[in-house]
């Protein structure tokens, strides 16, 4: 935590970077043992509790515990909701519902559009 209180702005998501910002701090973690733990930078930076808009997931991949949460999620709760429970943005869910996992939240949901009927 201390080392997203000393770096201003955005913080690193990538490890050329954050080596860059770490050199002369031995007390901070190497890439390698973030990497091992927490499986991105992002994540680390989530984890250690740093705003949100400090960090970008931008390009994260999704991990299957998030993938079920969507799915059991999706036509229940909102996609705003259910970005914000897991930290992505509404683009990224409807994104990842519909090109990734063929679904939609309607049609998880047991409802049909009206397109959907009139067929």
Same mark, same amino acid.
């Given at each position: 935590m201390r080392a997203a209180d000393e770096i201003k702005?955005? *913080?690193p998501c990538c490890d050329a970077t954050y080596n860059q910002i770490k050199k002369g701090h031995l007390d901070w973690p190497t890439v390698h043992r973030v990497f091992e733990f927490f499986g991105s930078m992002a994540r680390a930076w989530l984890a250690a509790g740093v705003q949100r808009? $400090?960090?970008s997931l931008k390009n994260i991949d999704w991990t299957p /515990? /998030? /993938?079920t949460y969507l799915k059991e999620k999706a036509g229940i709760m909102t996609l705003v909701e259910i970005g914000f429970? *897991? $930290?992505r943005s509404y683009d990224a869910v409807r994104a990842r519902l519909n090109k990734e996992l063929k679904?939609? +939240?309607r049609g998880n949901q047991g409802l049909f559009s009206a +397109? /959907? *009927?009139s067929k």
């Open positions: 702005g955005p *913080l808009d $400090r960090v /515990e /998030e /993938e429970n *897991l $930290r679904i939609t +939240a +397109a /959907e *009927l």
